[in-house]
């Protein structure tokens, strides 16, 4: 079984930063991709930013330019760093793996437990 554990949220004040990490670790699988998703309170989850395997990336309009997303092949870890941070970038924000799982022979989506991350004004 497949876990996506986050860690690296927090509270900072407007300009600031943030790194956070999510790690895949349980079955034995290939990653497609890894992304960052948020969910502001009231809002609906929306997408902050895709890795692929091959290394591409998408970002959302409202934090390119701030946000960067990287990942580490060997540790199936991917990255977010967060500079330059708004209020309007507080929510939780999720983990998101596209795996392809060797034993059950497809490609399943994960989602991490959340990490709240908090700009102040």
């Known amino acids: 079984q497949v876990q996506l554990v986050e860690s690296g949220g927090g509270l900072v004040q407007d300009g600031g930063s943030l790194r956070l990490s999510c790690a895949a670790s349980g079955s034995v699988f290939r990653v497609n991709a890894m992304g960052w998703y948020r969910q502001a309170p009231g809002k609906q989850r929306e997408m902050v930013t895709i890795i692929t395997n091959g290394g591409s990336t998408h970002y959302a309009e409202s934090v390119k330019g701030r946000f960067t997303v990287s990942k580490d092949d060997g540790k199936k870890t991917v990255y977010l760093q967060m500079d330059r941070l708004k209020p309007e970038d507080t929510g939780v924000y999720y983990c998101?793996?596209?795996?392809?799982?060797?034993?059950?022979?497809?490609?399943?989506?994960?989602w991490g437990q959340g990490t709240q991350v908090t700009v102040s004004s």
């Open positions: 998101n793996a596209d795996l392809f799982d060797y034993g059950l022979g497809y490609a399943e989506e994960h």
